[in-house]
Each structure stands twice: as structure tokens, then as C-alpha cells.
T-cell receptor, first 108, second 115 residues
């Protein structure tokens, strides 16, 4: 079993749709959680940190469920520019583990 | 531009040659990370430094790979006797640990092609 698992997608959604991604992790001692966005052939860019209480940044909402060991990302009112790969990241101690990413295509 | 920079952006080399990549982190950041990414995969951790100390190395980092951060500022990643399987994007990231944040900020990467 991979340490961090994501549905690779792709998710194909129309503009304006709401889409949600989940990510599961295996190490219960994991401490910090993030979502990154990566455009084709570009570097990952930090989208948001994920806190136990959940957090929201504009159209994006991230949540952490420690009991079930998963994090989620919700994107509301999808834009064409949201098309990218979304990477789930889990850190604990000295380790940083990236998921393989979920691909999102937003269509006009 | 005060972000993470990497040099070169692209490198094509023949199998068996040595290559060296450089990373300049965000200036006040004390941690520096190296990752490797292949198509369709997320970045895979290779190693990281806290200031000049190399604190962790992945088992992916074979004896042909070595990384340094001599003065706690820029870092170099060297691959000796390159193999075709080394072809990948090599990403560097930095973070400022100690003020509560563990967010890593990435450079544009060095794309290595071994022919």
C-alpha cells in the first residue's frame, strides 16, 4: 500500500461545477498536510495547508480527518484555470510524501 | 525574483557522464530539499538539509548521487555515471522551519535527459 494515495482521475467537469478530491495516508503519526497544484511541466505550487479544524481560501476548502486518515479538497465554481494536477502532501518527522496527483480538466 | 532558483533548467547528457545541478533557496529559508519526479508521478523525496547538515537521505539516493550544501545557502546535487533511468525532473524546494510553517516552495526544476 502506498503511503499517500490519490485517485489519479482525470476528473472532467464543466465550468462552474463543484469538485472534490480525497487523499488517504497510512502513517497515523503524520503531522502536517498540504495541497499543491502542478501545471503540466511546471513545478508544484502550494495551494493551501490543511488544518484539523478545516480551512477555506476563496473557492477552495480543505479538510483533515485524522481518525480516518484522509484529507480532502473541495473546489467550488470551477474555472478553466483550475485545470491542473492536484498533489496531496503529508509530512511527519523527516519525511515528506507526495501523492501521485489527481488530474482535473475543467471544460467550457 | 526572490523565489527558489535552479540551474540549469535542462540538461542532456550521455550515459556514463557526470552531471551537477545547483539550487538557490529562498534566502532566509533554513531547510532545502531535493526531489525527483517522473511522468505521471508525484515528486519523490531524495534528501534534505537543515542549514548545512544533511539530515535525511532516501534509499532512492544511490551511491552515484551526492548532495552538498556547504555554507547552508545554495546546494548542489551530483549524479555520477548517469544511467537512462536517471532521466527525470529534479526539483529543489526550501522551507523556513522554526516559525511554525513547514510549507515548501519549489524551484522550476532541472529536466535531465540521459541518452
Amino acid at each position: 500500500r502506498k503511503e499517500v494515495e490519490q485517485d489519479p482521475g482525470p476528473f472532467n467537469v464543466p465550468e462552474g461545477a463543484t469538485v472534490a478530491f480525497n487523499c488517504t495516508y497510512s502513517n497515523s503519526a503524520s503531522q502536517s498536510f498540504f495541497w499543491y497544484r502542478q501545471d503540466c511541466r511546471k513545478e508544484p505550487k502550494l495551494l493551501m495547508s490543511v488544518y484539523s479544524s478545516g480551512n477555506e481560501d476563496g473557492r477552495f476548502t480543505a479538510q483533515l480527518n485524522r481518525a480516518s486518515q484522509y484529507i480532502s479538497l473541495l473546489i467550488r465554481d470551477s474555472k478553466l484555470s483550475d485545470s491542473a494536477t492536484y498533489l496531496c502532501v503529508v509530512t511527519g518527522g523527516f519525511k515528506t510524501i507526495f501523492g501521485a496527483g489527481t488530474r482535473l480538466f475543467v471544460k467550457a | 525574483d526572490t523565489g527558489v532558483s535552479q540551474d540549469p533548467r535542462h540538461k542532456i547528457t550521455k550515459r556514463g557522464q557526470n552531471v551537477t545541478f545547483r539550487c538557490d533557496p529562498i534566502s532566509e529559508h533554513n531547510r532545502l530539499y531535493w526531489y525527483r519526479q517522473t511522468l505521471g508521478q508525484g515528486p519523490e523525496f531524495l534528501t534534505y538539509f537543515q542549514n548545512e547538515a544533511q539530515l535525511e537521505k532516501s534509499r532512492l539516493l544511490s551511491d552515484r548521487f551526492s548532495a552538498e550544501r556547504p555554507k547552508g545557502s545554495f546546494s548542489t546535487l551530483e549524479i555520477q555515471r548517469t544511467e537512462q533511468g536517471d532521466s527525470a525532473m529534479y526539483l529543489c524546494a526550501s522551507s523556513l522551519v522554526g516559525r511554525g510553517g513547514y510549507e515548501q516552495y519549489f524551484g522550476p526544476g532541472t529536466r535531465l535527459t540521459v541518452t
